[in-house]
């Protein structure tokens, strides 16, 4: 939800974010910048909206909070709207789902613009650098890629040559390369070597990297209570999970795994298994319902490089011993931190429950995946003082945005594409409901393809 600038403040920079409707680390990302620097500048934000149309919420007085645009037939409509505000600066956080056109705003409205590398969808048409079983690639040379390519094809069914020539000059044009984490610029910096990369840890309310050192917890006999955080798409290990609680469950091993969140298929659960679910929460109440199953730890069972992880930050906060993969964001936020296991990303569940077991027992068993600080973090940037351009515009009176605006308040125009794509949309969420209900996934696994498989978890589960 985006804030009204308080104090009937009247700031004179107006900036444009680009996202995806995909919810997740983006939408709470983009909300807590413009909670931060709500009063100091302007926000509007454009993004996927229902039916294939574009959504653009402007944060201007006497305009509708949603407006719609047809990105076929009104792209030059929404730029001549764009320009009567008075856009000072664009920041992209992700163009999937979003016409290639918008990639060209800047240069169409003459102002600067930045990107947020939330993955790696600039590179790796497949985002997370994951395989079609949902696992890293190992990231192969551009053979590699094209056979991956042939596999699941981009929707232009491009080559990897092409994609990436086609991001260059786009990733490479922008003023400030955002990046969460060091890996992410490294990896990032490969393909395109001429980019101002800047390492900006993602604005928080409580700053998870100034939180206290993790105590540990597990005292006395009893399982040790292993805490699993978040909504588990396939890439964020949810197999993997399943596979350690049911090994913890056939050996008999005092180690209990419990899933606050949701994963995208259904899960094997006690009493077949060590694995208790205990479903989606609020992030509000994320505190308390940690605080109320009192694990003694927290496990990580990525299967990608990820650029961030709030749920880490969760973790953080409350001082949880952490087991994660030694690779991405966690390896940069977990790496000289006290009772903090970084495990090769591949690890299989039977490594994962001896070395939760032996840690249950004695947490020095776990001393060869303990890692030394990173190097090099000096000089983090600041969103609160670095972020905004130092010069701004005076803001317009926009009476032409208000006539604009007449025509595209509401979705519901005359518009067959439209009218498709809200049918369609409709059918892929009853379509996902009726995935993750108990034994789908079994019976349609036995009646198609793998490959075909994985694409179809692809689309039902996420990215």
């Avoid at 969460?180 to 001429?194: I, M, N, Q, T």
């Avoid at 495990?343 to 947490?363: E, K």
Wanted: charged residues 20%; contains cysteine.
């Amino acid at each position: 939800m985006l804030h009204k600038p308080s104090g009937g403040a009247s700031p004179g920079i107006t900036i444009l974010m680009v996202e995806h409707a995909l919810g997740g680390g983006i939408r709470r990302h983009v909300a807590d910048l413009v909670s931060l620097l709500a009063g100091r500048a302007r926000f509007m934000v454009l993004a996927p909206g229902p039916g294939g149309l574009l959504q653009l919420s402007p944060d201007f007085p006497d305009l509708p909070p949603r407006l719609y645009f047809d990105p076929r037939r009104e792209l030059d409509a929404l730029k001549r709207f764009l320009a009567g505000c008075g856009i000072s600066r664009i920041h992209y956080h992700h163009l999937i789902q979003l016409p290639w056109e918008l990639a060209r705003l800047p240069a169409e409205l003459d102002v600067p613009y930045d990107f947020t590398a939330h993955d790696y969808f600039s590179y790796c048409p497949q985002i997370t650098l994951t395989t079609e079983s949902f696992r890293y690639c190992g990231e192969p040379t551009e053979p590699g890629c094209n056979r991956c390519l042939a596999i699941r094809p981009t929707p232009g069914n491009e080559s990897i040559e092409a994609w990436r020539w086609r991001q260059r000059p786009f990733i490479e044009g922008a003023a400030r390369v955002f990046v969460p984490a060091a890996s992410v610029g490294k990896r990032l910096e490969k393909h395109f070597p001429d980019a101002n990369f800047v390492l900006a840890s993602h604005p928080e309310q409580t700053d998870a990297g100034t939180c206290p050192d993790p105590a540990w917890r597990r005292v006395g006999e009893g399982k040790m209570k292993v805490l699993v955080l978040g909504a588990l798409n396939p890439t964020k290990g949810p197999d993997l999970l399943e596979a350690a609680a049911l090994d913890a469950h056939a050996r008999n091993l005092q180690v209990e795994f419990h899933l606050l969140g949701s994963a995208y298929r259904s899960l094997a659960t006690v009493p077949h298994s060590a694995l208790t679910i205990h479903g989606p929460y609020r992030d509000a109440e994320l505190g308390t319902l940690i605080d109320s199953l009192a694990p003694h730890i927290a496990w990580f069972p990525a299967q990608w490089p990820e650029t961030y992880s709030y749920t880490l930050s969760a973790a953080l906060r409350k001082k949880l011993p952490v087991v994660a993969p030694a690779f991405g964001a966690f390896q940069d936020r977990l790496s000289g931190r006290p009772f903090s296991w970084l495990v090769p990303w591949d690890m299989q569940a039977r490594g994962v429950n001896d070395l939760l077991a032996g840690l249950a027992t004695d947490p020095s068993t776990g001393n060869a995946y303990l890692s030394p600080p990173l190097t090099g973090r000096s000089g983090l940037f600041s969103y609160e003082s670095d972020y905004l351009p130092k010069e701004s515009r005076p803001l317009p009176v926009p009476p032409a945005p208000v006539r604009l605006s007449r025509k595209h308040a509401r979705a519901w125009r005359p518009n067959a594409r439209f009218v498709t794509g809200y049918l369609m949309a409709s059918a892929a969420r009853a379509l996902r409901r009726i995935y993750a209900l108990p034994g789908v996934q079994k019976t349609i696994a036995a009646m198609i393809p793998e490959h075909k498989l994985q694409m179809l978890r692809r689309r039902l589960g996420g990215y």
